[in-house]
């Protein structure tokens, strides 16, 4: 009896074991491959274990292309060709890195908003990091034409998948259409001609698809819409304020160029949040609670409507959930009326949401620096795992009981 006991004891940990180390989203972590699907391993803060945190959003066509555009949510990378590791055309470690994979490995895992600033460099267009609206060899990360070389292989090959590269651009009249063309990237241009003037819908992202319209092209330079046939971002799309002035809870101010955030006449709206003064390890923080509570208060401050882009430095650090996690949140209530778009019920109407149980409060592994908890139905998912831990070592004692 006392054998059968400890066989089925046994038998139950080792279960339950194979089960915890298939991933969890805030557990602590040696390497990427310790983590589920989806997620990276990277330390929250300075120093300390890593923590699996999720690198890819629910990708919102799983549940269906049926809705115009602007009911769609992205995550967005903040320059997102600065990337770590680097070497500048000064010979150093490119200054001041915004992420830590390249645009193709943020593609794959589900980024379709890009932030890219290009330059006149080189009798060349560069994308670089401004200094005094110049681009330098110590700024310099990389030549345009390569990641739009990326962005159109990765169109190619996933043909229902839509991008949005939204340019903060210091080139003169006629660089970009040269390196647009010898990109590829025409092919899969959205005509600014097509695009809502006064904040209607946007066409259906299934006829997007199928009309091969996937790249939305938007330039901060107001006179090329005319001249090169780019979208000015700002009669499009109202943003939100970047650095830390964008980061205080309970506010959602528009960034200077952007008409107020409630203004109906743009149908999108990107929130920004992520510092002036980059950190791959600070961001962790920022990343996480504050993210999500932000997320709302934009929400509620940008005429009740969810942000459609999600922008943020260093995309896959988090204390859990993250960005993606953001950008699911937004995805659930544009998508179907839920809290995530991971409790919309397939096939059902508006609102029908399958929430999972909620699971008992058990400590956090990592609390995030100066994080506030984030008090909503989307923490649930990053608590999750935690239960299955709290589960795991409830079983171990339990097992450990009969073992003695
Ligand atoms: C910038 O880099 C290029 C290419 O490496 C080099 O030819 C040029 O001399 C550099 N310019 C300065 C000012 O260092
Ligand atoms: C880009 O290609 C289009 C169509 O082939 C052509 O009309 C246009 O002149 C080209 N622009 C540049 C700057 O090469
Ligand atoms: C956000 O990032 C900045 C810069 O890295 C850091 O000083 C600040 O503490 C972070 N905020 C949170 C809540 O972690
Ligand atoms: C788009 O999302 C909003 C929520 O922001 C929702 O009220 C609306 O019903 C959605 N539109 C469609 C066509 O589902
Ligand atoms: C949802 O509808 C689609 C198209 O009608 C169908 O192919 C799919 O099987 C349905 N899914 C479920 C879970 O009913």
């Not at 960005?323 to 937004?330: F, G, I, K, Q, S």
Request: glycine share 8%; net charge negative.
């Amino acid at each position: 009896m006392a054998t059968a006991l400890r066989l089925l004891a046994f038998a139950l940990l080792l279960l339950v074991a194979a089960a915890a180390t298939a991933a969890q989203e805030g557990a602590e972590c040696a390497s990427s491959a310790n983590c589920g699907p989806r997620m990276h391993c990277a330390a929250c803060g300075d120093g300390g274990a890593g923590i699996c945190a999720r690198a890819s959003p629910v990708d919102p066509l799983t549940h269906g292309t049926g809705l115009p555009f602007n009911n769609y949510s992205w995550l967005t990378t903040h320059n997102s060709f600065a990337i770590t590791g680097a070497v500048s055309l000064a010979g150093t470690n490119a200054i001041s890195p915004n992420q830590e994979d390249t645009v193709t490995a943020q593609l794959k895992n589900g980024v379709r908003g890009l932030m890219l600033d290009t330059y006149d460099f080189n009798n060349d267009v560069w994308l670089c990091h401004s200094f005094g609206g110049n681009c330098y060899n110590f700024t310099a990360y990389q030549p345009a034409i390569n990641v739009f070389k990326e962005i159109q292989t990765f169109l190619a090959a996933n043909p229902s998948e839509v991008i949005t590269v939204f340019l903060e651009d210091y080139t003169v009249a006629g660089s970009l259409p040269k390196v647009f063309n010898a990109s590829g990237l025409m092919k899969y241009w959205f005509p600014v001609a097509k695009m809502p003037k006064s904040g209607g819908n946007w066409p259906l992202l299934k006829e997007m698809i199928s009309k091969n319209e996937r790249l939305i092209v938007f330039t901060s330079k107001k006179a090329k819409e005319a001249s090169e046939q780019i979208a000015f971002e700002w009669s499009y799309v109202v943003e939100s304020q970047y650095g830390t002035e964008g980061m205080v809870e309970g506010t959602c101010p528009n960034r200077a160029e952007s008409p107020p955030m409630d203004s109906k006449s743009q149908s999108l709206v990107l929130m920004n949040f992520f510092t002036t003064d980059p950190s791959q390890t600070g961001v962790c923080g920022n990343n996480s609670a504050p993210l999500v509570s932000m997320l709302k208060s934009c929400h509620d401050l940008s005429g009740n409507r969810w942000p459609n882009y999600i922008a943020v430095d260093f995309y896959m650090r988090s204390d859990g959930g993250g960005a993606p996690l953001a950008t699911d949140v937004a995805n659930g209530h544009l998508v179907c009326g839920c809290d995530n778009i991971a409790y919309c019920k397939e096939n059902s109407t508006f609102g029908t949401c399958v929430v999972p149980p909620s699971p008992p409060p058990s400590p956090r592994k990592a609390p995030a620096k100066g994080g506030s908890t984030g008090g909503d139905s989307s923490a649930a998912t990053s608590r999750f795992p935690h239960f299955q831990w709290s589960c795991f070592f409830g079983l171990t004692s339990v097992a450990l009981l009969f073992l003695s």
